[in-house]
């Protein structure tokens, strides 16, 4: 990637006196192109981490075990689900890429052209890659994007902030995700950067630009609608073939990167780069409409209402859920928890149509109930089984 060495940089970091891991790149480790990102992540691809989505939650929920230092099975979608994504792409492609316009625009025009990106992996990297994609068609530029990992409860990786801080001016980095759910990651990278800015002297600033924020707790958007996004319907077969991040302390040293599989094998159904190509083919077409609409939004009020938090606390109370995480407000969290975690039931805004036609597919497919409420801020909320146990005695 060509970026300045750090001596010609007024203000930078300076060099880091420790040791520090090099990036991954594809297509030795993902299966997006080397100069699409860079993967601050350690190849754990040769480790046993997957296990059973039941065994996994009963751990989560009752033996004290964190969501990062295991891996859910993959679930590999029916060609029925297939087909429902692709029409969900050719459905969406415009409007996804309309976003990628408004929220790289704005990027450019208040953190500056010399921006970094720095995606959340694994739900940001395509967008990350997208976002870069905008600013090469629409101003000629070459934004440098990494990806790092970011575990809810444990912080982000300071080591990979450790060498992003070495390598460029921790004003330049931008933090990138796709969408937000309740504002938890939100927290956490803003809780993480502010301790590292104590323990370090770096800091980078906690601004999180996403593609969509249906929960409103962040000022750099594309959209705060909750729409589908299709990347959010796979695992790793839209995300470069790349397993969610994993943290635990037998394979993660100090001065290591946090990890995660590159799943090759599943090349054969590998559709991270149609979808990027789907939305990066609908750029010149809504080129005109981001030049109208994004000057409009950064002169708006941005401010975050965190009415998506205050929401899911209504829900929590309401059906006597007692521990927040285990409630996933919008669309995306809501296909997570039917991926990869024990449902219990769903929620859906009455009036909402096809854009929840996955999540009805994979509900049936699971005997997850879906119950229409008509007074929810999100399209859908996934509410994961409170105190799940495999042999049946939930609470």
Not at 108 to 136: Q, Y
């Amino acid at each position: 990637m060509n970026h300045q060495s750090v001596n010609d940089r007024p203000g930078a970091a300076g060099p880091d006196t420790g040791k520090l891991p090099e990036p991954l790149y594809g297509p030795a480790f993902s299966s997006y192109a080397a100069d699409e990102v860079a993967w601050l992540l350690k190849d754990l691809s040769a480790v046993e981490l997957e296990a059973p989505l039941e065994e996994r939650e009963e751990a989560i929920q009752h033996a004290g075990a964190h969501y990062a230092e295991s891996l859910p099975i993959e679930y590999q979608p029916s060609p029925e689900y297939q087909a429902l994504f692709h029409a969900a792409l050719d459905a969406s492609a415009e409007r996804i890429a309309h976003a990628v316009g408004v929220v790289t625009e704005t990027i450019l025009a208040e953190r500056g052209r010399d921006a970094v990106l720095v995606s959340l992996a694994r739900a940001g990297t395509p967008v990350g890659v997208l976002m870069r994609r905008w600013a090469r068609r629409a101003h000629g530029l070459t934004l440098p994007h990494f990806a790092v990992s970011i575990v809810r409860g444990r912080g982000i990786d300071t080591t990979a902030l450790r060498w992003l801080g070495r390598e460029f001016d921790p004003s330049r980095i931008v933090f990138v995700d796709g969408w937000t759910g309740k504002g938890a990651i939100t927290r956490e990278l803003s809780d993480a950067l502010d301790l590292t800015a104590a323990t370090t002297g770096m800091r980078f600033d906690p601004e999180l630009a996403v593609l969509a924020d249906p929960g409103s707790c962040v000022r750099t958007y594309g959209t705060r609608d909750d729409f589908l996004i299709p990347s959010a319907c796979l695992n790793s077969t839209v995300s470069g073939l790349v397993s969610r991040t994993v943290l635990r302390d037998d394979l993660i040293g100090p001065d290591e990167f946090h990890g995660a599989k590159f799943y090759a094998e599943l090349a054969g159904a590998d559709v991270s780069g149609s979808f990027l190509d789907a939305v990066a083919e609908r750029f010149d077409a809504v080129a005109e409409d981001v030049a109208r609409d994004q000057p409009a939004l950064a002169a708006s009020d941005r401010t975050p209402t965190w009415a998506g938090w205050r929401a899911v606390e209504r829900i929590g109370t309401e059906y006597g859920i007692d521990n927040i995480n285990l409630i996933k407000p919008g669309v995306g969290e809501t296909t997570r928890v039917l991926l990869r975690r024990v449902p219990w039931q769903i929620l859906a805004r009455e009036g909402v149509g096809a854009e929840l036609d996955h999540v009805r597919m994979l509900a049936a497919q699971r005997g997850v109930p879906v119950i229409d409420v008509d007074d929810l801020p999100y399209s859908c909320v996934g509410l994961v089984k409170p105190g799940f146990r495999r042999d049946g005695s939930a609470a």
